[in-house]
């Protein structure tokens, strides 16, 4: 039997801790948005699409549960970010689009990378790079799941 890593030798709990620490440079940023993580996740993945996505597509992009999407697309629209639109060829489909007012926000959201550049005294190349070993690290043991 081997003998477990320490807590700061684990790579989940480092991980873990700086998914924390990034929510919480980015928290006051979007708290003056008047939006969640969540919802700025949302407005990133809508911004690659300019139709709009489904929400069983958003979900699979934030690899979430739709039923996770709903509520928070619902939020948003109430908001004004986003509207949803029934697929008329198939009822149980819902499109979200974001408005021009989902727009204008997901465009003030372009300090918060650079926010995490400057307060993590890293290079954007290292960032860049730490990004695709986590990015390999996640498909990998996703693919491992299939």
């Known amino acids: 039997m081997t003998t477990p890593l320490p807590l700061d030798e684990q790579l989940c709990f480092s991980l873990y801790a700086a998914t924390i ?18 919802q700025f996740l949302v407005l990133l993945t809508l911004s690659e699409s300019d139709e709009g996505m ?15 999407i709903t509520p928070l697309a619902k939020r948003m629209e109430a908001a004004g970010l ?6 008329p060829d198939d009822e149980r489909q819902v499109r979200v689009q974001l ?18 550049v400057a307060r993590s005294g890293m290079t954007p190349e290292r960032l860049v790079a730490l990004n695709a070993e986590v990015t390999a690290l996640r498909r990998a043991l996703s693919d491992a799941l299939d």
């Not at 620490?21 to 939006?35: C, E, F, V």
């Not at 986003?82 to 697929?87: A, G, Y």
């Open 99 to 116: 408005t021009d007012t989902g727009r204008a926000r997901w465009a003030e959201t372009g300090c918060l990378a650079p926010t995490v």
């Open 54 to 68: 489904t929400i069983g597509a958003i979900a699979e992009r934030l690899a979430l549960e739709p039923s996770t």
């Open 21 to 38: 620490a990034i929510n919480r440079t980015y928290k006051p940023m979007l708290d003056r948005m008047g939006i969640t993580y969540p």
């Open 82 to 87: 986003v509207v949803r639109l029934r697929n």
